[in-house]
């Protein structure tokens, strides 16, 4: 079956965030910036930040919380091919609901953040965020970063170790962050000991090999749907992880994240980096309502 398009024209789409009001932000890498689409689809630019963009976050405060990868992207169709020209400070900015934006994050303990990636916040009001390192001019790749911080900026490093991480959500009792290792193909389930405090990673579920996880969302189940970039399929784990359940086929290779939305919160709103669109699927249940909006 064909995709059903949503909004397309966007360069490096990542990131789906919806606010309250039912509009749909994204983040686009290779146009800087970060995008607001209407219900009916038309698309405005919301904030032109710099860098690239990668992941967003609505927090408690209505603002949209963005992680900005310092202008790094990897080559695909809907950026002529072009890579990004790493020429910028890695960051997490904070975009007021007017688009004004201001830089939240630059540094942690005197070392400069990497690449930060994927963010979400918990129960608590605060937010993780992945900040894997990227490859060195030999191809070498070395642990990245799982970092913590308030709304206020006040951020610590939870824990390094996994090869390149990248999406993230929080589980529905608030005790789980499950972390995608994109080198790996694996999801890592962490013990959420205390806020910004993690235990010992469990293995929560494969992809299969050329598959490389990426964003994430849970459904209001239990079911974690995971995008397998580079393969068009999003992979479905049950409850607690685990053998996967089903995949969901797109007609792009590049799937890079998703989001719940729509009247009855069940509508996967999926972000195609390749294509450079947004398409629709509707999903079985409503998604798990994000912390900030319970």
């Not at 408690?60 to 990868?69: E, K, Q, S, T």
């Not at 129960?123 to 990245?144: C, I, K, L, R, S």
């Not at 080198?183 to 490389?212: C, D, H, M, N, V």
Request: proline residues 8%.
């Amino acid at each position: 079956m064909a995709d059903t398009v949503f909004s397309s024209g966007f360069r490096f789409p990542e990131g789906p965030s919806f606010d309250k009001e039912g509009n749909l932000f994204i983040v686009e890498l290779a146009r800087l910036c970060v995008t607001k689409i209407a219900p009916d689809g038309t698309s405005t630019v919301f904030a032109t930040l710099g860098g690239s963009p990668t992941g967003s976050a609505f927090g408690p405060d209505g603002a949209l919380y963005v992680c900005n990868g310092g202008g790094r992207w990897p080559p695909n169709e809907s950026t002529d091919n072009q890579p990004g020209p790493v020429d910028s400070a890695s960051l997490i900015q904070r975009i007021a609901v007017d688009g004004s934006f201001s830089t939240l994050i630059a540094e942690i303990d005197g070392t400069p953040i990497n690449s930060p990636n994927d963010i979400c916040f918990d129960n608590h009001g605060n937010f993780y965020f992945t900040d894997p390192v990227w490859p060195d001019a030999e191809g070498n790749v070395y642990p990245g970063t799982i970092c913590y911080s308030t709304t206020d900026g006040q951020a610590k490093r939870a824990h390094t170790g996994l090869l390149y991480p990248n999406g993230l959500a929080v589980s529905d009792d608030g005790g789980t962050l499950i972390v995608a290792e994109s080198l790996t193909g694996k999801l890592q389930a962490f013990p959420i000991l205390a806020p910004g405090e993690l235990g010992e990673p469990r293995e929560y579920g494969f992809l299969g090999e050329g598959s490389i996880p990426d964003g994430m969302a849970f459904d209001s189940e239990g079911r974690l749907l995971c995008a397998g970039h580079g393969t068009s399929r999003f992979h479905v784990f049950p409850p607690g992880g685990g053998e996967k359940e089903e995949q969901l086929v797109f007609e792009d290779a590049e799937v890079s994240n998703i989001c719940f939305g729509g009247p009855n919160f069940s509508t996967l709103y999926i972000t195609q980096s390749g294509k450079g669109r947004v398409v629709t699927h509707e999903w079985k249940v409503p998604g798990m309502r994000l912390f900030p909006d319970r």
